[in-house]
Structures are given as structure tokens and as C-alpha cells.
């Protein structure tokens, strides 16, 4: 049997005073004393008890909301953040106008028990959500539970669930497949995060387009980049000194391809000449790069708009399907 939900009416009994006067101290009316907020706060903490925003919501009648969700937004380096959560928010900004719905956006720090616990505390109903990792316990404990969920970048149909994706590892195969083409034949890859799924679904169209080639290929090419500029410039000068004879990169982030491109220039190689460059995003400093760097562009506002728009059909138990596949585009530009 599940742990039984503790109301406001449990709280007020064990302080011995009347759910009104026990509310008024929890919402921090002025008629309340310090002493005596202090105390049922206190009280309300030790025995676990969440407010029901939803609840409140819905006696005002203010249920009229899409909420997206973003986790670890304050590790985002400054390009992903403009160009992708940006961009999501005004496609999912979008869609809300249409249908005269509220956005509502929180963020979710690193550390947090539980996003159930979250998501009851601060009212939400539903949520599209960004920025999780496929294999976190808590977002499968979210996933289970009642509340319906669109993930952006994580595939998943789980109960009352959708998600909005792109095929990462044919456009990682086509990146790559870029390179081959203009006669590159030793290609390093820098991934991502290693739980980030479309990290190892980059990964995958990476070997694939090699091994479609017979083109060789070891562990030590494939480098950890974590998303990270600093880290992958780094992580290309080691790879350079250990085997200078590499012609190719494909990154799975635009902003790690640019962090290899520096690392590049510092050891005394150029690009396309030496060393061809392949990035994923299209992120909107890539086309002004010198030289412009090619990449796989994805549409982060069609993303959104989707995701609002799949979420909202959820909500009104609308029979549509649940996992949306959205098109990219390889740019071809001079890094290649």
C-alpha cells in the first residue's frame, strides 16, 4: 500500500487548531504571528505535508496552462541556451496564443528527491519537459505516474506520455558520410554527455557510416566532449599529438565543434585543408565561424510547437500518436 497523502485537515488536528487558522499560517497571513507560522510550517515539513496548488488552481478556474519543464538549465553553455530552450519556448509561445493557454515555465536544479513531489507541490498537471537524461530514475517514476508528459529528445510512449524527436543517428550517419565524401579517412568523433541519449544515438550513426565505408575505426577516436567548448578544444589537441594523422571530426554539438576547431588552429593545422569538421544543431554563430562550419540543423521551434501541441491533445484524451519524428537538414558549408 502507497504512502497516505497528508492533508491540510492531518496538520490542523495534530496543532489542535481549525484547518482555517492552519491555512492562514501556511499562506502567510499577516494576522498570524511569526511564532505561530513558524510552528505549523515546522509541522507541516515533518509530516510530509505538500500544498495542492493544482487543487487551488482549479477552484479559480486558472487550469487554462501549459507548463514546460526545463532541467539543468545553469550547466547550459550560453550558445545551446539561446538557440535551443529559446527557441522551444517561443514555438511552444506560439501554439499557446493560439489556443489562449498560459505558459508556464520552471526549472529543475540538479539535485531533487523526486519530480512527482515537485510537479504536486507547484501544481502541475501536465508538462512538456527538456534538458532530462533518459536513465534517471526520477523521470521514470514521473513517467509512471498519472501526470501526462511530452519529452523533447527522449522517445518514449510510457502511460499517458508522448515525445517529440529527430533521427539522430541517420543525421550522424549523413554528417559523417560528409567527411568520407570529401576524402577524409581517419574521423575522431567528440560526443556529448555520456547519459544523454542523443549523445549515443550520434554515436551510432557515427560507426554506421564508417563501417558502411570498411573505414577502421577504435575506441580512443571516439572522445568525451560532455558538451563542453573548453573540453573538447582540449580533447582535440590530445587526440592530434597521440594520432596527427587524423583528417576528420564530427561533433556531436555544434558548440564542441567549435571548441575543436580552436584546438585545431593551435596545432598549426587547417581547416578543410588538413582536417574536415562536421557539427549537429546549426546553432546561429555556426554559419558565421571562419570557415562556416557544416552541421546537421535542427528546428528547436518546431520542436516546441510541437511538443504544445501533442501535450494539449493528451490533455483532451485526443487519439493521435504519441511519438513525433521531426526532419533536419545537413548544411553544407566551408569546415568541410
Same mark, same amino acid.
Given at each position: 500500500?502507497?504512502? &497516505? ?12 487548531? $481549525? ?16 511564532? *505561530? ?20 488552481? !482549479?477552484?479559480?478556474? #486558472? $487550469?487554462?496552462?501549459?507548463? @514546460? ?10 550558445? %545551446? ?5 529559446? $527557441? ?10 493560439? +489556443?489562449?493557454?498560459? @505558459? ?8 531533487? &528527491? ?13 508538462? /512538456? ?13 514521473? !513517467?509512471?505516474?498519472? /501526470? ?5 529528445? /527522449? ?7 508522448? =515525445? ?53 575505426? %577504435? *575506441?580512443?577516436?571516439? !572522445? ?10 582540449? =580533447? ?14 564530427? =561533433? ?7 571548441? #575543436? ?21 546549426? +546553432?546561429?554563430?555556426?554559419?558565421? @565561424? ?37 526532419? #533536419?537538414?545537413?548544411? /553544407?558549408?566551408? $569546415?568541410?
Amino acid at each position: 500500500m502507497g504512502k &497516505q497523502t497528508v492533508t491540510l485537515k492531518d496538520v490542523a488536528e495534530r496543532a489542535g487548531m $481549525s484547518v482555517t487558522q492552519v491555512s492562514r499560517a501556511l499562506n502567510g497571513y499577516n494576522d498570524v504571528s511569526a511564532s *505561530t507560522k513558524e510552528r505549523i510550517k515546522a509541522l507541516a515539513d515533518e509530516m510530509g505535508y505538500i500544498k495542492n496548488v493544482a487543487a487551488q488552481k !482549479l477552484a479559480t478556474q #486558472c $487550469s487554462n496552462q501549459i507548463a @514546460l519543464v526545463i532541467k539543468g538549465m545553469e550547466n547550459d553553455n550560453k550558445y %545551446n541556451t539561446y538557440s535551443a530552450v529559446y $527557441s522551444v519556448i517561443r514555438g511552444i509561445e506560439a501554439y499557446t496564443s493560439k +489556443i489562449n493557454y498560459d @505558459l508556464t515555465i520552471y526549472t529543475i536544479r540538479e539535485k531533487m &528527491q523526486s519530480y512527482v513531489a515537485y510537479f504536486n507541490a507547484k501544481g502541475i498537471t501536465s508538462a /512538456i519537459l527538456i534538458g532530462f537524461e533518459y536513465n534517471d530514475p526520477y523521470l521514470s517514476e514521473l !513517467l509512471e505516474s498519472p /501526470i501526462p508528459c511530452v519529452c523533447i529528445d /527522449i522517445p518514449t510512449t510510457a502511460g499517458n506520455n508522448g =515525445c517529440i524527436i529527430v533521427n539522430n543517428s541517420y543525421y550522424a550517419s549523413e554528417a559523417v558520410e560528409l567527411l568520407i565524401k570529401a576524402g577524409k579517412k581517419k574521423i575522431a568523433m567528440i560526443t556529448g554527455k555520456e547519459n544523454a541519449i542523443v549523445s549515443m544515438e550520434r554515436e551510432t550513426g557515427y560507426k554506421i557510416a564508417l563501417a558502411k565505408h570498411q573505414i577502421d575505426w %577504435n *575506441t580512443e577516436f571516439i !572522445l568525451k566532449g560532455n558538451f563542453e567548448r573548453e573540453t573538447a578544444r582540449e =580533447c582535440t589537441k590530445e587526440i592530434l599529438k597521440k594520432y596527427p594523422d587524423i583528417d576528420g571530426f564530427f =561533433c556531436a554539438s555544434d558548440y564542441m565543434a567549435i571548441g #575543436c576547431m580552436e584546438g585545431i588552429r593551435e596545432m598549426g593545422k587547417s581547416i578543410p585543408e588538413d582536417i574536415g569538421v562536421v557539427g549537429f544543431d546549426d +546553432i546561429p554563430v555556426s554559419e558565421y @565561424l571562419m570557415p562556416s562550419l557544416s552541421t546537421v540543423a535542427q528546428n528547436s521551434y518546431e520542436k516546441g510547437y510541437a511538443a504544445a501541441t501533442l501535450i494539449h491533445e493528451i490533455i483532451r484524451k485526443e487519439n493521435t500518436p504519441r511519438i513525433i519524428t521531426l526532419e #533536419c537538414e545537413l548544411k /553544407i558549408r566551408d $569546415s568541410v
